[in-house]
């Protein structure tokens, strides 16, 4: 099944799983607004997990937290420019009033854009039968990038 095909057929689980996904982006945008440094990041990866163990449990695909943590990093840090911009946003909140408000400005953004793009790579993964088991990362760390990039360029309020 091509990616077209899975996001426009109408069968399957698709249009939940989006539906799951685009709750999940909203709750990391509020990560994003935390402003002690760390905290947001820690709260997103949180959400992100929680995000991934809900399309799971919509697909059927056993949960194992720690690998699915590990799988995520591992997509996150593919993106450097875009994981650089994130660290930095999160620690110029160290920054009494300026940097609070910098990092409060980029951050939601940023969060918004790697939940939305994980939560799609991982639902046409499952819908195509993939497990967490059976997913490649290194042939999903570019799908995984052009979905951010797409998710930066319009801002989605998702579906």
């Given at each position: 099944m091509t990616q077209s095909q899975i996001e426009s057929n109408g069968v399957g689980k698709y249009d939940e799983a989006m539906k799951l996904v685009g709750g999940y982006t909203g709750w990391a945008a509020g990560a994003g607004f935390i402003p002690v440094p760390g905290a947001d990041i820690a709260a997103l990866?949180?959400?992100?997990?929680?995000?991934l163990h809900s399309l799971s449990k919509l697909y059927d695909v056993p949960f194992q937290r720690n690998a699915v943590k590990s799988t995520v990093v591992s997509l996150l840090g593919?993106?450097?420019?875009?994981?650089?911009a994130s660290v930095t946003g999160s620690l110029i909140k160290a920054i009494p009033v300026i940097g609070t408000a910098a990092g409060m400005i980029a951050m939601p953004g940023l969060s918004v854009a790697a939940t939305?793009?994980?939560?799609?790579?991982?639902?046409?993964?499952?819908?195509?039968?993939?497990?967490?088991?059976?997913?490649?990362?290194?042939?999903k760390k570019q799908e995984f990038a052009a979905?951010?990039?797409?998710?930066?360029a319009r801002k989605p309020a998702v579906a």
């Open positions: 990866t949180a959400v992100q997990l929680k995000m593919s993106l450097a420019p875009a994981a650089a939305y793009a994980l939560g799609r790579v991982f639902a046409r993964h499952f819908e195509q039968g993939g497990t967490f088991l059976t997913f490649d990362l290194s042939a979905e951010v990039d797409a998710a930066r």
